[in-house]
């Protein structure tokens, strides 16, 4: 069988597309950040101070932000939005609420094939507010919790960067007549690329914001130094492409990427200057082996988040919406229906892939033509599967099994029946059969 392993090389198409914004005006902040793998912890001083332990804030016990060298924090507005929300007055037409989740694996609960039919739905509804509700988060569920790790966020360079900025103009271009905010409820890996794509961002009270070191992984296997440093800049590019379409200063992202970047903020009057060293007066990471990333209460004080919020009736409540109509059957209900089709397809494909193989296998030992056939079948409906759930081919990828390696294979399959509706000799309609082992090798199947 030839092998079916999907091509890396299509990583090198991101250099056409990918363009790198100005940085964003800087923001308000008051405190330091929390950093993710090996985190600087906040509140950390500047050069020369003792270096705290590495690690990851837990989901349910985030880390404060003290206010660093006695600095005062920024002053909050005279009132709070919680103070200024008012019921709706008798008669007023109260605003309709939009729910579109991204939630789950990233590249496949998570992929722009999900949302298609939430496109639809909200040109038909047109509501007044879309809250896009981020919950991905691969630490805690993934990396340190032994489960398998293709239970984590996946993302390939040449395709799902294109199909998710796509994506993101959609939902911002045909539906700009609606308010749009990004909740964060919970984001380590790519899915923080999300959070960063919209400016009006809120975060539940226990949320984390980082995890995009993960995409240096384009380049860190790389042992050709110049194909790293061509890598890393692709990365580089993806990164900043969300961090400009939200408005933010490019210096953050990059000092979530990569290790060795230096991150500090100080203040402008009420704005945030951001540094790429340990100079400013707070220090977000001051560290060269690790990465910046925030907690919920750090991500607000430095001004990324505009606050927090445990439910949406508390995020309309922030924003100054005491009563407000949710959409019935909106994007949750939609994208629930996606996701539990495509990984019930995803289940079915495993299956008729372990089918296939074995019918490989026996047409070397007996009724050639009618294994072959049978196998050739199986096959056939795990392409349609993956046609039409495009997370189905993503997430069996991995395993080398692509539309174009399933089209391959069906290709020899039918050379070989048609061999063997030409053989005059059972010896011969054997030997066209011999060596062809399916998916995986040995008619073992998928590595699951």
């Known amino acids: 069988m030839i092998p079916t392993a999907a091509s890396v090389c299509a990583s090198a198409l991101l250099f056409v597309s990918l363009a790198v914004a100005a940085d964003a005006p800087g923001m308000r902040a008051d405190s330091v950040a929390q950093s993710s793998q090996g985190t600087t912890s906040p509140g950390t001083k500047p050069q020369g101070s003792p270096k705290t332990p590495a690690g990851s804030p837990s989901k349910s016990s985030p880390s404060k932000s003290p206010t660093a060298q006695g600095k005062k924090a920024a002053p909050k507005p005279a009132a709070d939005a919680k103070d200024k929300a008012a019921p709706a007055a008798p008669g007023e037409k109260l605003k309709t609420v939009y729910v579109v989740p991204f939630k789950g694996q990233f590249g496949t609960d998570i992929h722009p094939a999900c949302y298609e039919d939430i496109l639809k739905d909200l040109e038909a509804k047109r ?155 707070w220090v977000v990471d001051g560290r060269d082996d690790s990465t910046a990333g925030f907690s919920a209460e750090s991500a607000e004080e430095l001004g990324l988040s505009k606050g927090s919020a445990d439910s949406l009736d508390e995020l309309m409540f922030v924003l100054g919406i005491r009563e407000f109509d949710r959409v019935p059957e909106d994007g949750e209900t939609l994208h629930k229906k996606y996701v539990d089709d495509w990984r019930k397809a995803y289940d079915q494909c495993t299956k008729l892939i372990e089918e296939s193989n074995v019918a490989q296998e026996d047409a070397q030992n007996s009724n050639p033509k009618g294994n072959l056939n ?75």
Do not use: C
């Open 374 to 448: 049978k196998a050739k079948s199986a096959l056939t409906r795990v392409l349609g599967l993956m046609k039409k759930y495009p997370p189905v081919e993503a997430r069996l990828q991995p395993d080398g099994i692509s539309i174009l390696a399933v089209e391959t294979e069906l290709l020899r399959l039918n050379e070989q029946i048609r061999a063997l509706s030409q053989s005059q000799q059972d010896q011969g309609a054997s030997g066209g059969s011999r060596g062809n082992r399916g998916f995986g090798g040995g008619g073992q199947g998928l590595s699951r």
């Open 127 to 281: 509501p007044d507010i879309i809250v896009f509700e981020l919950e991905s988060a691969d630490i805690d569920r993934v990396e340190y919790m032994g489960e398998d790790p293709r239970n984590a966020g996946m993302f390939n360079a040449a395709s799902d960067d294109t199909m998710m900025r796509k994506l993101l103009r959609d939902f911002k271009d045909k539906h700009g007549y609606a308010q749009q905010y990004m909740w964060v409820k919970d984001s380590v890996g790519y899915g923080s690329l999300l959070a960063f794509s919209w400016p009006n961002m809120y975060m539940a009270p226990n949320a984390r914001l980082f995890g995009l070191s993960r995409v240096a992984s384009f380049w860190t296997r790389v042992e050709d130094p110049e194909v790293r440093a061509k890598f890393r800049e692709a990365a580089v590019a993806i990164i900043n492409g969300f961090l400009s379409s939200g408005g933010y200063d490019l210096k953050i992202g990059e000092a979530m990427l990569r290790p060795e970047m230096l991150l500090s903020a100080s203040y402008k009057g009420r704005t945030i200057e951001w540094r790429e060293d340990t100079k400013g007066h």
